[in-house]
């Protein structure tokens, strides 16, 4: 049975890529109930395929809209679930078990909602960062990652 949070990431990262309209899928992101992606997303590989899709669909949708003067990772502008999220909210709420990163290193951040820490992978994937899109926007523009898929 397919998972439709799944889905629906994979969906965003494609019309993303291909410069679709993918304001009404963002929309039904926002509408999705906490308790719902919370049971659909039950294991840590069903967490990183919907966050790792998000996360890049988001670096390139974001990357495409006007500069902004607060960073484009920092900014609370990803609506889930009635939840506003950063890309590096995802990136070390979620994907990263709550870390924070300071220089090189990474502390854990006991800030964090509940929202995040709920959702959040319960083990350490250190190989998740070759998936993650951080492209520099002002020269990458095109760069492409592969959706990751069930």
Not at 54 to 80: D, G, H, T, W
Not at 113 to 121: G, P, Q, Y
Request: glycine share 2%; proline share 2%; net charge positive.
């Amino acid at each position: 049975m397919e998972n439709y949070q799944i889905a629906l990431s994979e969906t965003i990262l494609s019309k993303a890529h291909s410069g679709e309209d993918t304001s009404a899928l963002r929309r039904e992101l926002y509408y999705i109930r906490r308790s719902t992606l919370y049971k659909k997303l039950n294991t840590d590989e069903l967490k990183k395929m919907f966050w790792v899709n998000l996360f890049n669909a988001y670096v390139i949708i974001i990357s495409n809209e006007p500069k902004q003067k607060i960073s484009m990772f920092k900014r609370k502008r990803i609506k889930i679930a009635q939840y506003l999220l950063s890309l590096d909210d995802i990136q070390y709420g979620i994907l990263r078990m709550h870390k924070y990163k300071i220089g090189f290193c990474y502390i854990n951040n006991p800030f964090y909602s509940s929202f995040i820490k709920m959702l959040a992978v319960t083990k350490l994937d250190y190989t998740i960062e070759p998936q993650l899109n951080r492209m520099d926007y002002h020269h990458k523009k095109n760069t492409k990652k592969a959706i990751i898929k069930q």
